[in-house]
Nanobody
Framework: VHLEESGGGLVQPGSSLTLSCVARVDRFSRYGLSWSRQAPGKEREFVAGISAAIGDVKYANSVKGRFTVSRDNAKNTVYLQMNNLQPEDTAVYYC???????????WGQGTQVTVSS
């Protein structure tokens, strides 16, 4: 399994970004997927997850109402739409495969999101 995130960058507070993660894996639609993040000096934390097939979603309380996770099984891709970004969202964001709850069997290399004025 290979996962590759993209879409990170430096943005101002209140801005939006969409992260993408392409998975090189067979039967992508059968896997739950998740996004987690790790800020400097902090442990990795769960952000959002989406189930296989029917696409149930779950979010950390800190991002609920601002972030949206989605998937395109035809493109083997999971997305994280992030709106109203705040400095506390600054972190390296990782996508994971195998679970919608963040207990992934494999992770990507991460993409940096920095929110600063």
């Amino acid at each position: 399994v290979h996962l590759e995130e993209s879409g990170g960058g430096l943005v101002q507070p209140g801005s939006s970004l969409t992260l993408s993660c392409v998975a090189r894996v067979d039967r992508f639609s059968r896997y739950g997927l998740s996004w987690s993040r790790q800020a400097p000096g902090k442990e990795r934390e769960f952000v959002a997850g989406i189930s296989a097939a029917i696409g149930d979603v779950k979010y950390a309380n800190s991002v609920k109402g601002r972030f949206t996770v989605s998937r395109d099984n035809a493109k083997n891709t999971v997305y994280l739409q992030m709106n109203n970004l705040q400095p506390e969202d600054t972190a390296v964001y990782y996508c994971g495969i195998g679970s919608m709850s963040g207990l992934a069997s494999d992770w990507g290399q991460g993409t940096q999101v920095t929110v600063s004025s």
